[in-house]
């Protein structure tokens, strides 16, 4: 055997990693769970435009007020809803940095 290996240690080390990666494991799908119900919404066209959005990326709805209908035309109203969007993605993507980057920080290797 190898001088300073202690085979029992080895083995009472991985099990200890294993419970440590079932914890992040049940974490983590604990946190995806939440970003699914949670919701960001983001506004162009000085508010004309919202889209709501959940944590996960799913877009939930799209809102256009009547008025910016009157006087938009269809080009106009494709880039605000495109500029909506993004936004919207870009804060939904914020919010799961926000709730899953400390569970991957503590992944053991």
């Not at 919404?41 to 919202?50: D, L, P, Q, V, Y």
């Not at 919207?88 to 980057?101: I, N, T, V």
């Amino acid at each position: 055997m190898a001088k300073g290996f202690n085979k029992g240690s080895a083995i009472g080390g991985q099990a200890g990693m294993m419970q440590q990666i079932q914890r992040m494991q049940k974490q983590m799908e604990e946190a995806q769970a939440k970003l699914a119900e949670a919701t960001v919404s983001a506004t162009a066209g000085g508010g004309a435009i919202k889209v709501t959005m959940t944590g996960d990326q799913k877009c939930k709805s799209v809102e256009i007020s009547p008025e910016f209908l009157k006087d938009a035309d269809a080009e106009l109203l494709q880039d605000m809803v495109l500029s909506a969007v993004n936004l919207a993605l870009d804060e939904s993507r914020a919010l799961q940095e926000k709730m899953m980057g400390p569970l991957a920080g503590g992944l053991p290797f």
